[in-house]
């Protein structure tokens, strides 16, 4: 089967396109993996969510602002907020 180069160069171009999507979706992926060095959100148990609670009741005590603990624990600041 033999192409014309109208459509050869339609194929490059479908090639191109898909290259930079892949390109795309795997920068995307790079950054959000890291979350800006925060830790990465994982299910606790029971007592590591305890534990993970008084921790955080202690240092919002002391005047550790929610944004530093959030961007530790790996939570949303509502949630160091619903806790207090």
Same mark, same amino acid.
């Not at 005590?61 to 160091?80: D, F, H, Q």
């Given at each position: =089967? !033999?192409? !014309? @180069? $109208? &459509?050869?160069?339609?194929? #490059? @171009?479908?090639?191109? *396109?898909? &290259?930079?999507?892949?390109? *795309? %979706? &795997?920068?995307?992926?790079?950054?959000?993996?890291? +979350?800006?060095?925060?830790?990465? $959100?994982? +299910? $606790?148990?029971? /007592?590591?969510?305890?534990? =993970?609670?008084?921790?955080?009741?202690?240092? $919002? #005590?002391?005047?550790? !602002?929610?944004?530093?603990? %959030?961007?530790?624990?790996?939570?949303? *600041? /509502?949630?160091?907020? =619903?806790?207090?």
């Amino acid at each position: =089967m !033999s192409l !014309s @180069k $109208r &459509q050869i160069a339609y194929l #490059n @171009k479908i090639i191109s *396109t898909a &290259q930079k999507v892949l390109d *795309t %979706a &795997q920068l995307e992926d790079s950054k959000s993996g890291s +979350r800006g060095g925060a830790p990465k $959100r994982r +299910r $606790r148990s029971a /007592a590591e969510a305890e534990k =993970m609670r008084a921790d955080i009741l202690a240092k $919002r #005590n002391k005047g550790v !602002s929610a944004a530093k603990l %959030a961007e530790k624990y790996g939570v949303s *600041t /509502a949630y160091i907020y =619903m806790i207090k």
